[in-house]
């Protein structure tokens, strides 16, 4: 499904990501840590486009796609989150979604129909299963923080993407709110056959979900693997204990 | 409460656009050459407004150069009427034409720079039109501009019904009021199309809207083809009007009228911008008759609504209908 080839990107004289490789395979929930600054989030712009990379490629679905623009592996079925909640906040949560409805399906060059009409019983069953549709009327930005996210995973999720990128899903949530996302996001995830990679801090949450880690030390790759594999290893011991080799 | 919303539903349902339509086409009947004048300038610049509006209310461009396009239509239109003695509809057609294929070639590189940048572009695109306008002698005729733009052909008005006894420029303000009603309905379409959704999406929020798939850049420059074909109709309809046009048209003080006439008006809803092109037009005529002081009074009027109505005179006159609403519930 995605395939990772040498990636390298400096900023100045640090080098961010440096000869990073991974695959994933369809259907797998992958997640990404490592400590802060180790280059999560510079990955997943290499990945999603909005950075250039120095060196490497990126393949998805069989296609070469490194350095393409966002909105054209949008169309090629990749979805993400960010890192911080990234949603349309002075519209309403019905149209967070239905303008995005709009969008993935090729209808934003029309200027001529009624918008209004348009994907309405679509949008309310994406907003049903991200269990917002009685919040429906509501301006976005006014939702508490992990209804932003559930928003934004509807956003995500109406361009019916194969791969889903979330950068930490549940950053600023509370422990409940995290335990009611991940399962919303496991169910979505098994009922629609996507495929997961996310970054997150949380190790409860990592190690109960991701069926695959790939631990990310200074822009390198140190480890790899099933989670009982990773939580033995030894680098990742030492990067995450301090424990010394 | 039902009394309420029987009457909110029911003055809902009245076609505001249109009764204020017939009650402006109206004007001429009222006999004052003045008012005719006044109201042809005012539709005029509305549209030229409501154009400007798609970029800064609708998709987020802070345009300091929209008055390129304007000049552009005006000098192509009033070009081929006086010089080629073309038939207005083609001249009218050509004017929009010819602005349109400007703002795609400007546009082009204007969106590729964001927020300051964006405006500092073009600003500069636009006086480049500007000092085109002012040193082409032979063709835009320089600095004296062109004057005797010739009206068009609209003998065959005189034999439709009420339009008999009518002077030319009442007949031109009726053409005015056709033509720009049309461009009204065609642009208020545009903003409520999945298109116009999609720009409302990339105003609130860019980098989401590239991320559900949208080209950014690409609907950036279709809305700025968009505003500059409307502003390339108005500068059409405002040469003859004026009965001329001139580099002026172009210029930079004419891109921050029309700027301020959006603001002023309100860009957070259609029609703001031709209420603010309203009140400017007629602040400005009753002002200049009383005192030569014009801009200060503008300044004051502009700093007033700016810090105590954000939203524009649309806006206040929004805020005022909501309280009153539940005013009247409570």
């Known amino acids: 499904m995605l395939e990772v080839r040498n990636l390298r990107r400096a900023f100045g004289g640090v080098t961010a990501i440096d000869d990073v490789s991974f695959t994933i395979d369809r259907g797998q929930i992958v997640a990404i840590i490592g400590p802060n600054g180790a280059g999560k989030s510079t990955l997943f712009n290499l990945i999603t486009g909005h950075l250039r990379s120095d060196a490497g490629t990126v393949r998805f679905r069989d296609r070469d796609v490194t350095g393409m623009a966002p909105h054209r592996l949008c169309a090629l079925g990749m979805g993400r989150s960010f890192q911080r909640t990234n949603i349309f906040p002075r519209l309403t949560v019905f149209d967070n979604v239905q303008y995005a409805l709009i969008a993935h399906r090729g209808r934003g060059r029309d200027v001529w129909s009624h918008a209004d009409a348009l994907f309405r019983d679509e949008a309310e069953g994406l907003l049903r299963d991200v269990k917002l549709l009685d919040k429906a009327a509501m301006v976005a930005g006014t939702l508490s923080h992990g209804n932003q996210k559930q928003l934004e995973l509807g956003i995500a999720l109406a361009g019916s993407p194969q791969l889903l990128l979330l950068d930490e899903p549940t950053a600023g949530m509370s422990a409940a709110e995290t335990r009611d996302s991940m399962a919303l996001l496991g169910r979505i995830a098994a009922e629609r056959d996507l495929t997961l990679l996310f970054t997150e801090h949380d190790m409860n949450v990592v190690f109960s979900t991701a069926q695959r880690i790939v631990v990310l030390h200074q822009g390198r790759v140190i480890a790899e693997g099933a989670p009982e594999a990773i939580r033995s290893d030894v680098d990742v011991r030492r990067v995450y204990l301090g424990e010394r080799r | ?330």
């Open chain 2, 1 to 330: 409460m039902s009394a309420i919303n029987t009457t909110r539903t029911w003055s809902r349902r009245i076609p505001w656009a249109l009764v204020i339509w017939l009650v402006v086409l109206s004007v001429p009947w009222m006999g004052s050459r003045f008012y005719t004048f006044l109201a042809t300038e005012i539709v005029i610049l509305a549209l030229f407004a409501v154009s400007l509006n798609l970029l800064l209310g609708y998709t987020g461009l802070v345009s300091f150069g929209h008055a390129a396009y304007f000049g552009i239509g005006a000098y192509t239109c009033a070009i081929l009427m006086k010089t080629h003695g073309v038939p207005f509809p083609i001249a009218f057609a050509a004017a929009g034409a010819m602005a349109a294929a400007f703002a795609v070639v400007f546009g082009f590189f204007c969106v590729r720079s964001t927020r300051i940048y964006f405006a500092m572009l073009t600003l500069a695109f636009a006086q480049i039109v500007w000092a085109v306008c002012f040193k082409w002698n032979s063709v835009t005729g320089g600095e004296q501009g062109l004057s005797n733009v010739p009206y068009p052909d609209l003998g065959w008005m005189a034999s439709l019904p009420l339009l008999g006894d009518m002077r030319t420029a009442d007949h031109y303000f009726v053409l005015v009021m056709v033509l720009a009603g049309i461009c009204f309905l065609v642009l208020r379409r545009v903003v409520a199309s999945p298109f116009g959704r999609m720009l409302t999406a990339i105003r609130e929020n860019p980098e989401r809207a590239e991320f559900v798939g949208l080209n950014v850049r690409g609907y950036q420059l279709a809305a700025f083809a968009i505003a500059g074909t409307f502003a390339g109709f108005a500068g059409a309809l405002f040469g003859i009007f004026n009965r001329g046009v001139f580099p002026d048209f172009a210029y930079w003080s004419k891109s921050a009228e029309v700027l301020i006439m959006t603001i002023l008006g309100g860009m957070g809803s259609f029609w703001g911008p031709a209420v603010g092109a309203a009140a400017l037009a007629l602040l400005s005529h009753q002002i200049t008759t009383v005192t030569q002081y014009w801009p200060l009074v503008l300044g004051v009027v502009l700093i007033v609504l700016l810090f105590a109505f954000p939203g524009g005179i649309a806006g206040a006159l929004g805020s005022v209908r909501t309280r009153l609403r539940r005013h009247r519930r409570a």
